[in-house]
């Protein structure tokens, strides 16, 4: 169902690999609301993904982008609003990838150039983002930028690994650069923290299965799909969450506010 919510609207949207990834899905919703952008992701990504596909489904351009090189960022955006006619009104940062996960290599074992490489793509990329956008004056007032992250940034669960330090890194950001982009342009900056999700990436992460049901029945309203997080950041993208600004959002099932559940007690107590 479309209410044309992010109709007239016009934005980025980085990170849509396959149809399994929440910035597909986000685009996928983001253009059934009337909302216009552009897709971009690494050359190494475009080739991996079917991101062509998405493109002739939503009538989107493909940008190819290396978000961690801030040459390509400011051509990314140039081109962005000379092909949309104008400022950007929403902009998604759904980026991340860690090589010492990739590569097997445990939490007290780093390898520390792949640290410097995770952080830069899953964290520091989101920075250079908002620079070059601030620094452009690329958004238009009231504009939104979100981010993904995951609720590994501020809990333990051994197996995300420097993924959790990239992603509170990437949540203080958030908040650092929300604040001058909200006093000087008026634009609201947030993170949306989401369930664990079977996308490409997560399905990268060691245990994932387990983890994915445990969450599940850990959560009051169960785990958060893809589409429900769509659905979410078009609200987020929307005139509807004009003054919200500098958030962790959680959109979780209720996880994050859990401390043990009823069916996570009787799986525990009948050995499942």
């Not at 993904?148 to 993924?163: C, E, G, I, K």
């Not at 078009?234 to 859990?258: C, E, H, I, P, W």
Request: some cysteine; aromatic content about 10%; overall charge negative.
């Amino acid at each position: 169902m479309s209410y044309n919510l992010l109709k007239g609207k016009r934005g980025i949207i980085f990170g849509a690999l396959d149809a399994n990834s929440i910035a597909w899905k986000t685009a996928e919703r983001v253009h059934e609301e009337g909302g216009k952008f552009v897709l971009t992701n690494a050359p190494i990504a475009l080739r991996m993904g079917q991101i062509n596909e998405l493109a002739e489904k939503t009538n989107s351009e493909v940008i190819p982008a290396d978000a961690t090189s801030l040459e390509d960022l400011e051509n990314l955006i140039t081109k962005a609003t000379e092909i949309l006619g104008g400022k950007l009104d929403f902009v998604l940062h759904s980026i991340g990838m860690s090589v010492n996960v990739r590569k097997g290599n445990h939490y007290t074992n780093q390898n520390y150039d792949f640290t410097h490489k995770g952080w830069d793509i899953s964290a520091v990329s989101f920075h250079k983002t908002m620079q070059v956008l601030y620094q452009k004056d690329a958004m238009s007032e009231w504009g939104s930028i979100i981010a993904l992250t995951y609720m590994a940034s501020q809990r333990v669960f051994p197996d995300y690994n420097d993924m959790a330090d990239n992603k509170a890194y990437l949540e203080s950001i958030a908040r650092s650069f929300g604040y001058y982009f909200g006093r000087d342009k008026k634009v609201r900056v947030n993170t949306i923290s989401q369930s664990p999700t079977p996308t490409t990436a997560g399905q990268g992460v060691k245990g994932f299965d387990g983890f994915i049901s445990y969450a599940d029945k850990m959560s009051p309203l169960g785990n958060a799909t893809a589409l429900d997080c769509a659905n979410y950041t078009v609200a987020m993208f929307s005139d509807l969450t004009k003054r919200v600004t500098l958030q962790n959002l959680y959109n979780d099932g209720g996880f994050s506010n859990m401390g043990v559940s009823d069916a996570v007690m009787e799986a525990f107590v009948e050995g499942k």
